[in-house]
């Protein structure tokens, strides 16, 4: 609970996170099928706003009823295909009715995560349909890919569509901050049911 007090602390600075990844827009942009994506740890919408306004149907969770609140204006607004609802991701369990899951920054495998963080991956490879994509994109740090890899190749039911390493620039305009980190995006589609 004291996760969510602090993020809706956080997101009274509107776009905290900055820009989406370009390469993740990018891939979306470019692959042939639109459809319905859950965006799992939306915050304040910073990769869901611009997946809706390239026609996806977006439902984003977070558990920051600041981080929704400001998602879904943006998204009345502009009368886009997308819904913010105030779940914690760990409960949620309706996986089968996406054809796109995204989890951007969700997993940080630390010690005390990492056992609950693996589940949830398996849990969610466990329930989505066949041809369904999981998209990842994670600090590219320790050993954070080498884990996630691990857990998605558990049963081997995914195929790697994308392995793709790229550095992510944050600008905090106020302080002029600046920080250069490394990520990987990892696009992966199940097999078989």
Do not use: W
Not at 34 to 51: E, M, S, W
Not at 128 to 146: P, R
Request: net charge neutral; glycine share 6%.
């Amino acid at each position: 609970m004291e996760m969510t007090v602090t993020y809706d602390k956080y997101y009274l600075t509107e776009n905290l996170f900055g820009k989406p990844y370009s390469e993740l827009i990018y891939f979306f942009s470019k692959y042939p099928k639109k459809g319905k994506v859950l965006d799992l740890g939306c915050g304040q919408g910073r990769d869901a706003i611009p997946l809706a306004r390239l026609g996806y149907s977006v439902t984003g969770i977070d558990n920051s009823k600041v981080g929704i609140k400001q998602m879904n204006l943006i998204a009345d607004n502009e009368n886009l295909g997308l819904t913010g609802k105030v779940v914690d991701i760990f409960e949620f369990d309706n996986f089968a009715e996406y054809d796109f899951i995204l989890l951007d920054s969700m997993f940080h495998f630390t010690k005390n995560d990492k056992k609950k963080e693996t589940d949830f991956i398996k849990r969610i490879i466990s329930k989505i349909k066949k041809e369904s994509l999981l998209i990842f994109c994670i600090q590219d740090t320790g050993k954070k890919v080498k884990i996630l890899n691990e857990t998605i190749d558990f049963e081997n039911k995914m195929k790697r569509l994308i392995d793709q390493k790229f550095e992510y620039i944050f600008e905090d305009s106020e302080t002029g901050h600046k920080s250069i980190t490394d990520y990987r995006m990892v696009v992966v589609e199940k097999l078989n049911h």
